[in-house]
């Protein structure tokens, strides 16, 4: 519904502009929309393919996320069955070396982020302080950096309005919680169309970061929160 409101949006911000610079005969606001129509037009093809995408259950760019979080709980030592932790949201229990590593993601394949503020104070409501958070996000690119590129930062790596987001840094700053972030590149684009394959193969680098973060900073017997971030369409469980 969003991608298709996104579109008629579109549609009418043009005409909006074309009737605009053809009644007042301004040649300056023509040439201005025309400038932009190549960026539009990228955009325009991106949400078509992202409708088809979420149509169909098919993963996209934005589920890079939730897609390194469900790879990370399949290739761990155990995987316990995923339980609903807060409103479309899955948790999965798993472990990693003597680790234990509890995964976060909104529950698939149909389309949706999940309430990950919620699920995450639930997860330290039940199992108490954790050693340490990892986000696993999207990323939006410069036009030179190749897609499927992961770059690893601190602090938490989530879009939208900035109220989940708040709601987490809240939690990790009551309990004092390291928060590391393992960002996957791709244009805004990619995001919203068919998961490609440059962007797949970033999802298999960064689950051995998580790998590698988890053996590296935290000691055995330890919990670590692993959240993926974005659109599970797509992506089971």
């Not at 025309?34 to 990228?42: A, D, G, V």
């Not at 030592?77 to 948790?91: F, R, W, Y």
């Not at 939208?160 to 805004?188: D, H, Q, V």
Request: with cysteine; net charge positive.
């Amino acid at each position: 519904m969003s991608a298709a409101h996104t579109l008629r949006y579109i549609y009418k911000y043009i005409d909006h502009f074309y009737r605009l610079g053809k009644r007042f005969k301004s040649l300056w606001l023509l040439l201005q929309l025309q400038s932009l129509l190549p960026f539009i037009h990228e955009e325009i093809k991106a949400l078509e393919s992202g409708l088809k995408a979420l149509d169909n259950n098919i993963p996209i760019g934005d589920s890079a996320g939730p897609l390194v979080a469900a790879k990370f709980a399949m290739l761990a030592d155990t995987m316990s069955p995923p339980i609903e932790i807060a409103k479309e949201t899955l948790l999965i229990e798993t472990t990693l070396n003597g680790r234990k590593v509890l995964v976060i993601k909104a529950k698939g394949p149909m389309s949706s982020t999940g309430r990950l503020d919620d699920a995450i104070e639930n997860v330290i409501a039940k199992y108490g302080k954790v050693s340490l958070l990892i986000f696993v996000d999207a990323a939006a690119k410069f036009e030179g950096e190749k897609s499927g590129t992961v770059v690893e930062g601190v602090g938490v790596a989530i879009g939208g309005l900035g109220i989940e987001k708040f709601n987490i840094e809240k939690i990790a700053a009551r309990f004092n919680l390291p928060i590391y972030s393992i960002l996957i590149k791709m244009s805004s684009a990619e995001a919203l169309s068919v998961m490609t394959k440059d962007i797949l193969q970033g999802v298999k680098r960064a689950v051995d970061r998580v790998k590698h973060i988890v053996l590296e900073r935290c000691s055995a017997g330890s919990t670590v929160l692993l959240i993926g971030v974005g659109n599970t369409v797509g992506v089971l469980p």
